[in-house]
């Protein structure tokens, strides 16, 4: 949209600089502890794998010639995504319909509850079961923490607070190794009154049912609500902070084109109503016109098959990373604080690739392709390198994590690039569909049986699937390139609005609810320009809709 495809972002005054910060310091620890929770308490499965649970639960059964299968543990790790993927649409819906922090509260509390019932689980089935649910219920999270960071930031702004909070996955990489660490030495001594792997879900179920609480009182439900619980200076906005937060966002919702006519601090007393307006409803209606552009639109697909490509990846780092590890010659306990700097190599990457993404304009793709090559560097070393020589594979293992950066910078791409809410919504929900895919897939490469041939299936999987994810991104810059390129030469051509301009049947649907609400009707061509902007802030028009809109990539 406008003027930051092109150009650095602009610099902020000191009111706005100080209100940023004020966010941050709100917004971004809530999220990076949430979203870290949901990554520690879906991966802990992996741990608890080298630690008696295989046997305990039956996940591993022993066939003719001794040879062992992990088909159930990889059924039980994968159950996590198919109740994710059942979800995923639902709650990507949900969220806009209720206040995020009650419904994203409430659903963090249910999934520590849920995983506390692990020690109580005495056979694969029904673990199996409650992997279901517990996918089912933290599906709300990803979506729900996409509204909000397009709710409170700017679009430059998004990249770098996405990859603040999505690089908790490693973070709590390097937090859970140590944790489950200690916890698994400590459940191994004699006398322990459970087994060691059970002291892991008690841990994690309990810390996680708290910080739902914690966050449910803590966050507001938009930059103009207050939170259930106000601390003054910390999550409280006065009236000046709230408005600055509105005219913050406004180029989210209108063309920098239209901004750029009045001055790009300037705002009318109208707009911002309508904007505030927007921004404190959560009652977003379905659009199905909306519904039917998204799934006719090319950037959707691209995403959704991106996901799938880059997650499969998931597969030889979270669900096996361990016993893959292990496999290299290392003990158990070994094993898991050897994972740890995995998760530092995540967040370095996120960190760095987001940065690069905020300061070099259009920079989001190329940046996407070139944290693709670590990966597969990664699997290079694992699959082809000489084991005997440990610090080989373990090296390559250690840069497979980087996937995490390459999938913020696709989400970045996705929030930047699709407008309209009830789009927005399907395109989230489409992105987490293809991730359960992805991961649904991705444990079923790893087999026993293929620890000779150093797990050759994951890590050509991987390679190829890096590959994809590059050549996707080239056809969406190619497809996006090309879309702005005719919006410059004839901004008002095909189906696109001309400025200013509102479709006859958006102006007659707002005409009639101000008749029936017993509003006064204003003549159409000042209708016709309060009601855009009242349409583009409430996410009633889509990319494909407003001619101002320009893609960034």
């Known amino acids: 949209m406008g003027n930051e495809s092109t150009s650095p972002p602009p610099r902020r005054d000191a009111k706005e600089s100080k209100l940023l910060l004020k966010i941050d310091l709100l917004l971004m620890p809530l999220m990076t502890i949430a979203y870290g929770l949901q990554f520690y308490d879906k991966a802990i499965l992996g741990s608890a794998s080298i630690f008696g649970i295989l046997k305990d639960m039956e996940l591993s059964t022993v066939g003719p010639g001794g040879k062992v299968s992990l088909t159930r543990y990889s059924t039980a790790t994968s159950a996590f995504y198919w109740g994710y993927l059942v979800a995923a649409l639902p709650m990507a819906l949900l969220v806009q319909k209720f206040k995020p922090s009650i419904f994203l509260g409430s659903a963090i509390v249910l999934w520590g509850s849920i995983l506390l019932i692990t020690p109580a689980i005495t056979h694969w089935k029904g673990l199996v079961a409650q992997r279901f649910f517990l996918g089912f219920v933290e599906s709300a999270v990803s979506p729900g923490f996409v509204l909000i ?9 998004q990249p770098v607070r996405l990859g603040i909070w999505y690089s908790a996955t490693g973070l709590f990489s390097i937090f859970s190794g140590l944790v489950n660490y200690g916890l698994g ?26 910080f739902g609480f914690i966050l449910m009182v803590l966050l507001p439900a938009s930059p103009v609500s207050d939170p259930i619980l106000r601390l003054n200076r910390y999550n409280v906005l006065d009236g000046e902070e709230r408005n600055l937060a509105v005219r913050r966002i406004r180029t989210n919702f209108v063309g920098s084109s239209q901004l750029s006519k009045r001055g790009s601090n300037e705002l009318s007393e109208e707009e911002e109503v309508q904007l505030q307006k927007a921004l404190s409803s959560n009652q977003t209606r379905w659009e199905w016109d909306q519904a039917k552009e998204a799934m006719m639109d090319y950037k959707v697909w691209i995403f959704f098959l991106q996901a799938i490509s880059i997650y499969i ?13 292990k496999s290299f010659g290392y003990s158990s306990v070994r094993s898991i604080v050897l994972q740890t700097p995995g998760g530092a190599t995540t967040a370095l990457s996120i960190y760095l690739s987001t940065y690069l993404a905020r300061r070099v304009p259009n920079s989001r793709s ?3 392709c070139l944290t693709c090559l670590p990966v597969m560097t990664g699997a290079i070393l694992i699959w082809k390198g000489d084991w005997s020589n440990r610090a080989i594979p373990l090296a390559g293992y250690y840069l497979l994590p980087i996937f995490g950066a390459p999938f913020v910078l696709m989400l970045s791409l996705s929030t930047a690039n699709i407008a309209g809410s009830t789009k927005q919504s399907i395109t989230a929900a489409m992105i987490f569909v293809g991730y359960n895919v992805g991961n649904i897939v991705a444990p079923y490469l790893t087999k026993a049986d293929q620890a000779k041939i150093h797990y050759r299936d994951t890590f050509v999987a991987i390679i190829t699937c890096m590959c994809i994810t590059i050549g996707l991104t080239a056809l969406l810059c190619v497809g996006m390139a090309t879309q702005n390129r005719k919006r410059k030469l004839n901004p008002t051509g095909g189906q696109t609005l001309g400025i200013g301009e509102i479709p006859a049947k958006v102006l007659e649907e707002e005409q009639e609810d101000r008749v029936g609400s017993n509003q006064k009707v204003e003549g159409q061509v000042e209708s016709g320009e309060k009601i855009q902007l009242e349409k583009v802030a409430a996410g009633l028009l889509t990319d494909w809709e407003n001619p101002n809109f320009r893609y960034v990539f």
Request: with cysteine; hydrophobic share 45%.
């Open 366 to 368: 190329i940046l996407l």
């Open 185 to 210: 030495k400590a459940g191994s001594q004699p006398g322990s009154k459970l087994a060691d792997w059970k002291y892991m879900f008690l841990f994690a179920g309990s810390l996680t049912v708290v």
């Open 313 to 325: 990846c998931n597969g030889g780092v979270t669900a096996f990373g361990a016993y893959i590890i």
């Open 149 to 157: 960071t397009r709710m409170w930031y700017k679009r430059d702004e």
